[in-house]
């Protein structure tokens, strides 16, 4: 398996300023929280323009090719401008964050059931609403417990206490 050019390059990086694994995990956050700032304004100003079924076309995956590019475009720029980074090395962060944290929002929208109420709601309020839980629950997929160590359990059955299958303390 071919290893991405990039990862040696952060790992790099991260050596020469003298970072550890753990510190790496607090500059993905950031990374990630400012991905999914620029994703959401131009989300939001989308809505605000009155293009709500763009938004929804576009989190579903059935935008038009044009304007699913025109989109991509815009939260690309806006990321670029937040990250501060230059040349070849925010490109590949750009290249490397936005389809993960994208992917991200469109599953956190499919596992809660908002993509389907954002197509319903015709409203600016509601919808700008309904980005800001969408926003919430994706961040929540990218970040389950910051700072704690916590592991996000998948959909299995809960753990029994020990004694409670035998009816009593032995």
């Known amino acids: ?18 970072l550890t694994a753990w510190q790496t995990g607090h500059l ?3 990374l990630a929280a400012r991905a999914l700032d620029a994703v959401q304004e131009v989300l939001r100003a989308e809505v605000e ?3 709500f079924r763009l938004v929804a076309d576009f989190l579903s995956n059935k935008a038009m090719p044009a304007a ?9 720029v806006r990321l670029l401008a937040r990250l501060g980074l ?5 490109s590949n ?18 596992k809660s059931g908002l993509l389907d109420k954002l197509k319903t709601n015709p409203t600016v309020g509601e919808t700008l609403g309904r980005l800001d839980e969408l926003r919430l629950a994706a961040w929540h997929l ?15 059955a809960p753990a029994q206490l020990p004694g409670a299958a035998g ?3 032995a």
Do not use: Q, Y
């Open 68 to 76: 699913r590019v025109l989109l991509l475009e815009r939260m690309s």
């Open 1 to 18: 398996m071919k290893t991405p050019a990039l990862f040696p390059f952060v790992a790099r990086a991260a050596r020469h300023t003298g």
């Open 28 to 30: 993905f956050r950031r």
């Open 93 to 110: 962060v750009v290249g490397w964050v936005l389809p993960f944290v994208l992917e991200k929002l469109v599953v956190a929208g499919l």
């Open 49 to 51: 323009k009155g293009n």
């Open 167 to 169: 009816g009593g303390p």
């Open 142 to 156: 990218l970040v389950p417990d910051p700072g704690s160590s916590a592991e996000l359990i998948g959909d299995e």
């Open 86 to 90: 230059r040349g070849a090395l925010a």
